[in-house]
Nanobody
C-alpha cells in the first residue's frame, strides 16, 4: 500500500531547476514532519531537508540557499524546489513521513554538466 507518492524528477542541465512533489494521505500528512532525502550511486542515503507540521525548515549545508522545502496542507503535499542544480545533486530523491517512518518510492534527479 503506497502511502507517499513522489513526482517531478528528471534530467536537467547544471544551473537549472526542478520541483519535486510528494503527495501523502491526509492522516499521514497532518501527523508528521516531512522530509526529503537523497541517495547517489554508491553512497549512503542522506538527509536533505525537513519541514515540521508548524512549517519550520532545516537544510543540509550543501543545499542551503538553493533548495526550498514547503508544504501545502490543503493538498497534503510537500515540495522541494531545487534551483542552481549541480551535477553532485544527482541522486534518487525520497520523501519521508518522519514521525511514522514512512518512505516514498523515490524519484530520479539527474543533473548534467
Amino acid at each position: 500500500q503506497v502511502q507517499l507518492v513522489e513526482s517531478g524528477g528528471g534530467l536537467v542541465q547544471a544551473g537549472g531547476s526542478l520541483r519535486l512533489s510528494c503527495a501523502a494521505s491526509g492522516r499521514i500528512f497532518s501527523s508528521n514532519a516531512m522530509g526529503w532525502y537523497r541517495q547517489a550511486p554508491g553512497k549512503l542515503r542522506e538527509w536533505v531537508a525537513t519541514i515540521t507540521r508548524g512549517g519550520s525548515t532545516n537544510y543540509v549545508d550543501s543545499v542551503k540557499g538553493r533548495f526550498t522545502i514547503s508544504r501545502d496542507n490543503a493538498k497534503n503535499t510537500v515540495y522541494l524546489q531545487m534551483n542552481s542544480l549541480k551535477p553532485e545533486d544527482t541522486a534518487v530523491y525520497y520523501c519521508k513521513a518522519i514521525d511514522w517512518g514512512y518512505w516514498g518510492q523515490g524519484t530520479q534527479v539527474t543533473v548534467s554538466s
